[in-house]
């Protein structure tokens, strides 16, 4: 009887250790689940990233030619530049202008 209620006991044991190691592995599949699904965000993101950049660096080489960050910092420079003498000569223009009209009003 003595043999038969340890034999008993070592069957529970085992059966316990058994459920034990399933439930851990259910939750171990799960956590590979999980991030198994992060890793494809990961992925589409990435791709939206990449997309993103190639358009980018298309965009800076049809506005002017270049993609680079110096490149693009110096097209903005002579943009400002440019901006810059326009706003002057439009001035002078303006100046001008009034400067004839001024004459004009005095006689």
């Known amino acids: 009887m003595k043999t ?3 034999i008993h006991q070592r069957e529970a ?5 058994v459920a034990e190691q399933e439930q851990e592995n259910r939750e171990q599949l799960s956590l590979i689940y999980k991030l198994d699904n992060r890793i494809a965000e990961l992925e ?4 939206d990233l990449s997309r993103l950049e190639r358009l980018w660096e298309t965009s800076m080489m049809y506005a002017i030619g270049e993609d680079g960050v110096g490149s693009v910092t110096q097209a903005i420079y002579d943009l400002k530049s440019d901006r810059d003498l326009m706003a002057n000569q439009l001035q002078k223009w303006a ?4 400067g004839s009209t001024d004459e004009q009003t005095d006689s």
Not at 44 to 47: G, I, L, Q
Not at 95 to 98: F, G, S, T
């Open 13 to 17: 044991k085992l059966l316990r250790r």
């Open 4 to 6: 038969t209620l340890n």
């Open 44 to 47: 589409a993101e990435n791709k």
């Open 95 to 98: 100046d001008k202008i009034r």
